[in-house]
């Protein structure tokens, strides 16, 4: 990949990391909808913006990758995943405790 189709890709990815983080902000700034729907919505922005990361700014795509690609996928989600669950365990477990 040369340096202008790299750029073209960082500038594709940034637009759409935009464009799924705006309005998601601007719904929860004006209270547009009811907070379910908004959270619905952001969790399912956060997952298209997780594949636009990917493809944009990693470079990593779901064809032809290699299995060491794979195993670094499966352990960041990992990662994220017992980080999450785990802040939301503590936090959970300090709230029922006030």
Do not use: C
């Not at 464009?19 to 547009?32: G, I, R, S």
């Amino acid at each position: 990949m040369n340096r202008r189709q790299e750029r073209r890709s960082y500038i594709v990815g940034y637009v759409l990391a935009l464009a799924l983080t705006l309005p998601v902000f601007a719904l929860l700034a004006f209270d547009l909808l009811p907070r379910r729907q908004i959270l619905w919505i952001a969790g399912v922005a956060a997952a298209v913006q997780i594949a636009v990361h990917f493809r944009f700014f990693l470079h990593i795509r779901l064809k032809g990758q290699t299995r060491e690609d794979l195993q670094l996928i499966l352990f960041t989600t990992l990662l994220l995943i017992l980080m999450g669950g785990g802040t939301i365990w503590i936090m959970t477990n300090l709230a029922h405790r006030m």
